[in-house]
């Protein structure tokens, strides 16, 4: 069974820096290409950032190109999104998810960004 | 990017009824189109992937249909658990977008 489950959220200043990770299992996480979405309180669903299996493609949204950073370590079958420079507007719940015919998503892991 | 446009924002209905959600993208997204339900407090679970494809657990009385631009889920006779929110997103291209999101709430 394919499980994600994010961890690392959390309450942070302005300013602040996070690291989220991602735990994989039950699936070759190796051979998948992996995004981060993400869902502020009482609004949509809105795209962070996509990494190939071996990382060689990576790709942001304009929203946190330059602040946020993907990456992955398929020896520890995990993926990370270190977030730096955050903003109140960054508070969100962050869901990690497969990019894969059949999609399979995480439970998600609540950052937020206050003084 | 390709933005995607839901249709309606929200709607009420009765259980049994049969229920209709539009998604458009502005360009044609071949059959890259997945479905989601969300419930409050919840992740999203997929309901249907690639358009019409239903993911395993998931009632048969949710159906998805369309290809190019133009996409439907339907809910073929609403049941109670079925009050939710419900998206569809594009994975036509690396840069997921989303739909704005329905609101189905049972009269």
Same mark, same amino acid.
């Given at each position: 069974?394919?499980? @994600?489950?994010? &961890? ?9 820096? @996070? ?10 996480? +190796? ?10 309180? /009482? ?12 990382? +060689? ?23 990370? @999104? ?34 | ?14 259980? /049994? ?34 358009? &019409?494809? =239903?993911?395993? /657990? ?19 006779? =609403? ?13 036509? &291209? ?14």
């Amino acid at each position: 069974e394919v499980q @994600l489950v994010e &961890s690392g959220g959390g309450l942070v200043q302005p300013g602040g820096s @996070l690291r989220l990770s991602c735990a994989a299992s039950g699936f070759t996480f +190796s051979s998948y290409e992996m995004s981060w979405v993400r869902q502020a309180p /009482g609004k949509g669903l809105e795209w962070v950032s996509y990494i190939s299996s071996r990382a +060689s493609s990576i790709y942001y949204a304009d929203s946190v190109k330059g602040r946020f950073t993907i990456s992955r370590d398929n020896a520890k079958n995990s993926l990370y @999104l270190q977030l730096n420079s955050l903003r109140a507007e960054d508070t969100a719940v962050y869901y990690c998810a497969t990019v894969a015919f059949d999609p399979h998503w995480g439970q998600g892991t609540l950052v937020t960004v206050s003084s | 990017d390709i933005q995607m446009t839901q249709s309606p924002s929200s709607l009420s209905a009765s259980v /049994g009824d049969r229920v209709t959600i539009t998604c458009r993208a502005s360009q044609s997204i071949s059959s890259y189109l997945n479905w989601y339900q969300q419930k409050p407090g919840k992740a999203p679970k997929v309901l249907i992937y690639a358009a &019409s494809s =239903l993911q395993s /657990g998931v009632p048969s009385r949710f159906s998805g249909s369309g290809s190019g631009t133009d996409f439907t889920l339907t809910i073929s006779s =609403l049941q109670p658990e079925d009050s939710a929110t419900y998206y569809c997103q594009q994975s036509y &291209s690396t840069l997921w977008t989303f739909g704005q999101g329905t609101k189905v709430e049972i009269k």
